[in-house]
């Protein structure tokens, strides 16, 4: 079990940018494999980002291609995930959430989630 605290949300013009953190506790970080999920009003939560465990593979949904980057450092056991050239419809509580198996966008297959930060984006 990994326990996870986001922070770096905040409200942010249409264009800009932010960089979420996810910090873990426990000495098994590095064995996780991790992602970012976001859920906005009146909708299902759904898959941002995912990151093997090594760091060496990365996934990412459509809507965000080529605007965010998902990161981590297992010396700090931190993932991160720079959200460039923001767009309203980004407006969401975005998660992180710790896998040792499953489908890296299937929600189910994380077993530890934090509590999530509030993006913002403004038009």
């Known amino acids: 079990q990994v326990q996870l605290v986001e922070s770096g949300g905040g409200l942010v013009q249409a264009g800009g940018s932010l960089r979420l953190s996810c910090a873990a506790s426990g000495r098994t970080f590095s064995s996780y494999s991790m992602g970012w999920f976001r859920q906005a009003p009146g909708k299902e939560r759904a898959f941002v980002a995912a990151i093997s465990a090594s760091g060496g593979s990365t996934y990412y949904a459509d809507s965000v291609k080529g605007r965010f980057t998902i990161s981590r450092d297992n010396a700090k056991n931190t993932v991160y995930l720079q959200m460039n050239s923001l767009k309203p419809e980004d407006t969401a509580v975005y998660y992180c959430?710790?896998?040792?198996?499953?489908?890296?966008?299937?929600?189910?297959?994380?077993?530890?989630w934090g509590q999530g930060t509030q993006v913002t984006v403004s038009s």
């Open positions: 959430a710790a896998r040792r198996s499953g489908t890296y966008n299937y929600a189910p297959s994380y077993s530890d």
